[in-house]
């Protein structure tokens, strides 16, 4: 794992629910599920935010990528004899905010700003992840948005958080007796989210 100090790129798009990184390296993007952090050099503080969606794509919307690799052996040899692919192609990840710091304090909602433009992103491990993680009352947040795959992104979260944990296996068991009675009234939904954190 990188240190927590590993830049991954910069807020090129934020608003008070949701912030896109653009990463500095071509599919250099944290996974689906990861905790990262942005802010901290300016009146908006810190924002937390959870990866859910990566896309990489064309720099100039008006050009799609074209197959290149007909007449070669391996990936690797499209962007060796393609170089300008790194120049002309982006990966860029979306992160739900799901908490700030105030004050010094961890809070698990919004935050009052959205980051600025050319923040730094940063993943979250070790203490900082665990210290997040020790409270699921962002959760909501997570359960409500209106973006596809919202219990993928929770279940991800949760089994990269257990990973930090002394003791990952009672980390899920406690994480699942957390959401059942936020989601009672869809068990369906909650048995999903279950299996999905089943070792």
Do not use: K
């Not at 896109?20 to 993007?29: C, F, N, P, V, W």
């Not at 942005?38 to 008006?62: H, N, W």
Request: hydrophobic share 35%; with cysteine; glycine share 6%.
């Amino acid at each position: 794992m990188p240190p927590n100090n590993h830049r991954l790129g910069e807020v090129i798009e934020a608003s008070t629910t949701e912030f896109t990184t653009q990463s500095y390296d071509l599919y250099d993007a944290p996974p689906l599920g990861t905790l990262v952090r942005c802010g901290g050099e300016s009146e908006t503080g810190v924002v937390y935010g959870i990866v859910f969606e990566v896309a990489t794509r064309s720099l100039d919307s008006a050009r799609r990528p074209i197959a290149r690799g007909r007449d070669e052996e391996s990936e690797a040899d499209i962007y060796q004899e393609n170089p300008q692919l790194n120049r002309l192609l982006t990966t860029e990840f979306r992160s739900l905010t799901v908490g700030h710091r105030e004050d010094e304090t961890l809070r698990r909602w919004l935050a009052p700003l959205p980051p600025r433009i050319h923040s730094f992103v940063h993943p979250c491990h070790g203490d900082e992840l665990r210290e997040f993680a020790s409270s699921l009352e962002f959760v909501p947040i997570l359960l409500s948005a209106p973006t596809a795959a919202t219990d993928d992104v929770l279940a991800s979260f949760l089994r990269l958080a257990s990973e930090f944990d002394p003791e990952p296996e009672t980390f899920l068991i406690q994480a699942g007796r957390q959401l059942t009675p936020l989601l009672g009234d869809q068990l369906q939904r909650l048995n999903n989210l279950l299996r999905r954190l089943a070792p």
